[in-house]
């Protein structure tokens, strides 16, 4: 049966360990550049920034980027003539409670990517019941990558209506956030290294009553040199790690191993009919045989990363008998939802109280999957979201196993699979 838990305590078991404040001596004595000119030009353009995507109006004043909605209008962003690698950014926002927003970091925008669409990084302002501000989303790419959903008291520092502080430490392929001095996110990406930053004012739709919303930003503040010595220290405990088949070695000190490498064995049945090894992932194509590991667990955690075309269903099998089933399309909704702990419990987006979007992403982009097990508790987590919280005392599922994969139609790819034993 589901045990009923408090939001707070779900939430708390996947962090792995309390959410700590921004150590002091990662704020103080920082020798900041200021992000904003100091008055506007002319004709009320902001020196060293140009507006990309829509029509929003974006002004300076009294210390302030003030952006406005406007309606029938495509996402638009005030966007940094500058280019940056690695830097340490603060700033502080405002936003109306109906107005998502945002800042884009490392940022591109090409003529050869979807005629200049901006895209990349972004940090998230979400004022809405979810509450992912902080969160990194890859705008016009590959989605959300790191949501806080996992840290409660995170997301509930968010002041809707008021200022609000995030900080953004990007170096190397790191990135991490912080949210009112509380750590929201951690990302390990290779995709991007360089770019520019944008002030988002999102598309409100076409009514004319959602014109008009204000997003403000102030005290935005970059520091490029000197980083290390700067920067918080390393938490890898809730580390989403995008480097295909890579492993860091802060997690692999945390016990984390790759349960799967494209040169090294471990699996059985892998050479059966419908099953290949293709350019660093694990393909089925209409498999009938479960490849499995050679080796059993009990508890763990396991992430992957999966790739479904349209109408391709699978599962991924672990404690010999529960699956988190798999499915792109139609055959994936309802009852039938990926991350549904199969013949068990539906999935049911546990994190979002008002989901406007599916938690699997379209049909050929990548789904992050994770799989807790402690002791009794087993939780399902799909691209940020928790589907599955279950308590399995009287469900028959054994306490220990192999982990394996299912593909019953269509082609499904999976890579990037990691597991910490416990």
């Given at each position: 049966m589901a045990l009923a838990v408090s939001r707070r305590a779900a939430l708390a078991l996947m962090a792995g360990a309390a959410?700590?404040?921004?150590?002091?001596?990662?704020?103080n004595n920082v020798p900041w550049r200021s992000l904003l000119p100091p008055r506007p030009a002319a004709d009320g353009s902001i020196p060293g920034w140009r507006v990309l995507g829509g029509?929003?109006?974006?002004?300076?004043e009294n210390g302030e980027i003030i952006g406005r909605s406007v309606e029938k209008s495509p996402n638009s962003f005030l966007c940094s003539e500058a280019l940056f690698g690695d830097f340490i950014l603060e700033f502080e926002v405002k936003t109306d409670p109906k107005l998502n927003t945002g800042?884009?970091?490392?940022?591109?925008?090409?003529p050869d990517y979807r005629d200049g669409v901006v895209h990349g990084y972004q940090v998230e302002v979400d004022p809405s019941a979810r509450r992912w501000s902080g969160g990194l989303y890859d705008e016009q790419r590959r989605l959300w990558l790191a949501s806080?959903?996992?840290r409660p008291e995170t997301m509930e520092s968010f002041r809707a209506s008021d200022w609000n502080r995030l900080r953004v430490e990007a170096i190397g392929p790191r990135i991490r956030t912080w949210l009112n001095g509380l750590p929201a996110a951690n990302l390990v990406d290779d995709l991007t290294l360089r770019g520019f930053f944008g002030l988002q004012v999102h598309d409100v739709g076409p009514d004319p009553a959602n014109a008009g919303l204000?997003?403000?930003?102030?005290?935005?503040?970059?520091?490029?040199?000197?980083l290390?010595?700067?920067?918080?220290?390393?938490?890898?405990?809730?580390e989403q790690d995008y480097i295909a088949n890579h492993l860091t070695a802060e997690r692999r000190a945390l016990g984390w191993r790759l349960l799967w490498e494209p040169n090294r064995q471990g699996w059985l049945m892998l050479n059966m009919p419908g099953w290949s090894v293709e350019e660093g992932c694990i393909v089925a194509r209409n498999a009938t045989a479960a490849p499995m590991t050679a080796d059993s667990f009990s508890e763990f955690d396991l992430e992957l990363d999966v790739q479904m075309e349209e109408g391709a269903e699978g599962h991924i099998g672990y404690l010999d008998n529960a699956r988190y089933r798999l499915a792109q399309g139609p055959a994936g909704q309802g009852r039938e939802a990926t991350g549904t702990l199969v013949s068990r419990v539906v999935a049911s987006n546990l994190t979002d109280p008002n989901p406007d979007k599916p938690s699997v992403k379209p049909a050929g982009l990548w789904n992050r999957v994770q799989i807790m097990v402690r002791k009794d508790r087993i939780q399902h987590w799909l691209n940020g979201s928790k589907l599955v919280d279950y308590q399995r005392d009287d469900s028959n599922i054994p306490a220990k196993g192999r982990i394996s994969l299912g593909n019953r139609t269509g082609t499904i790819r999976f890579r990037s699979l990691r597991i910490r034993p416990l």
């Open positions: 959410a700590m404040p921004l150590p002091a001596s990662a704020t029509r929003a109006g974006f002004r300076l800042m884009m970091i490392r940022a591109l925008s090409r806080p959903a996992h204000e997003v403000r930003f102030r005290d935005m503040r970059i520091l490029t040199d000197d290390a010595r700067h920067a918080a220290p390393i938490d890898a405990s809730d």
